[in-house]
T-cell receptor, first 112, second 113 residues
């Protein structure tokens, strides 16, 4: 089983600050997804990265996929209170139907 | 296009009872996966259905079961509920259930007393 390790577990910052969340594995990812989950709701997909070295931007969010496809990071610039949530990385294997393996998540709290 | 819907959103049961949760996937999606989310264990995969067949199963006891109907709607059932079954149960749908993107519903919050 591929284990996904996320760090840090918890992050509390003020509005306007930057933050970075990490996701690492000892195995190579075929692809990696980042989700954000708010309390009492299901995870919402932010991005999927597939190619080693890939960088994707979604407004103030920048996602990087490591060259070796074993790690990924999510960077938020000038965080806003609306960025508060649980950030989850997840990966799937080609021979494991419908199964996403999730990291434990990083709880991000952005205060005014 | 409507998203994944789950009913009910909240449920309170007592130990020993059974419960059935329902999931309607995005139109055209044939794969439905179920997950259990708890503070201690995070998100864990229960099982996946495609064209009414269970193709994959996680490491949960036989008290957890599911099925899928011809219209791709899915139900999961938990029998003989235990306190530890209290969790947020999430379903996700995708086109084929391979490595394609999964879209999650809002979940059903189950509390076992």
């Amino acid at each position: 089983t591929q284990l996904l390790e996320q760090s840090p577990q918890f992050l509390s910052i003020q509005e306007g600050e930057n933050l970075t969340v990490y996701c690492n594995s000892s195995s190579v990812f075929s692809s990696l997804q980042w989700y954000r989950q708010e309390p009492g709701e299901g995870p919402v997909l932010l991005v999927t990265v597939v190619t080693g070295g890939e960088v994707k931007k979604l407004k103030r969010l920048t996602f990087q996929f490591g060259d070796a496809r074993k790690d990924s990071s999510l960077h938020i610039t000038a965080a806003q209170t609306g960025d508060t949530g649980l950030y989850l990385c997840a990966s799937s294997k080609v021979d494991s139907w419908g199964k996403l393996q999730f990291g434990a998540g990083t709880q991000v709290v952005v205060t005014p | 296009k409507a998203g994944v819907t789950q009913t009910p959103r909240y449920l309170i049961k007592t130990r020993g009872q059974q419960v059935t949760l329902s999931c309607s996937p995005i139109s055209g999606h044939r794969s439905v996966s179920w997950y259990q989310q708890t503070p201690g264990q995070g998100l864990q995969f229960l099982f996946e259905y495609f064209s009414e067949t269970q193709r994959n199963k996680g490491n949960f006891p036989g008290r957890f079961s599911g099925r899928q109907f011809s219209n791709s709607r899915s139900e999961m059932n938990v029998s003989t509920l235990e306190l530890g079954d209290s969790a947020l149960y999430l379903c996700a749908s995708s086109l084929l259930g391979a490595t394609d993107t999964q879209y999650f519903g809002p979940g059903t919050r189950l509390t076992v007393l």
